[in-house]
């Protein structure tokens, strides 16, 4: 077994995370990464504990672009909406647990969303944000971690006003 095995230096776990050489010394600072041994005047961490970063890292990436993304087909649907009206509007069963609905009754809203103008940007915006609740594009979604609450809730076409709670 390598003398350095699971080892790696500053430079390593920078390329690794793909940050600077001074961030992963900052990180050392703060206590947010143990120096797990000195080689001479080299700092070496934990390749598991720079693989723990790395992942969060990239977590936090992933929601910032899916924020964005969400955001972008919410304010292209608001835009559509100004146009044309959602095939829903003012259908609160749409609004429903779907486990209070039976089977048959929940195909025939998503038949409502077959045929409305604003399905293409409604399924958009729903698979970007997983809504909280509520039928959008034909799927029924059920809660999940908040990512945006200003949207929470809202229908399309609702005023903010409106929002659930
Ligand atoms: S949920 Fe979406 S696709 Fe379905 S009717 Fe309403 S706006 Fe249209």
């Not at 749409?94 to 409502?112: H, N, S, V, Y």
């Not at 604003?118 to 034909?138: Q, S």
């Not at 809660?143 to 903010?160: A, I, M, S, Y």
Request: proline share 5%.
């Amino acid at each position: 077994m390598s003398e350095r095995e699971g080892l790696l230096t500053t430079a390593e776990a920078a390329k690794l995370t793909g940050r600077a050489t001074n961030t992963v010394m900052r990180w050392i600072r703060r206590g947010e990464l143990e120096v797990a041994r000195m080689d001479g005047r080299q700092q070496m961490v934990r390749q598991s504990d720079v693989q723990v970063i790395a992942r969060r890292l990239q977590e936090a990436e992933l929601l910032r672009v899916g924020q964005s993304r969400a955001a972008e087909q919410y304010a292209a649907l608001t835009e559509a909406l100004t146009e044309q009206d959602p095939a829903c509007l003012g259908n609160e069963w749409f609004t429903f647990d779907p486990d209070d609905l039976d089977t048959d009754f929940r195909g025939e809203l998503a038949k409502i969303c077959d045929r409305c103008p604003l399905f293409d940007l409604c399924r958009a915006f729903a698979v970007a944000e997983h809504p909280a609740g509520g039928m959008w594009a034909g799927h029924y979604y059920t809660p999940k971690t908040w990512t945006r609450p200003d949207l929470r809730g809202r229908r399309p076409g609702q005023k903010r006003e409106e929002t659930t709670p």
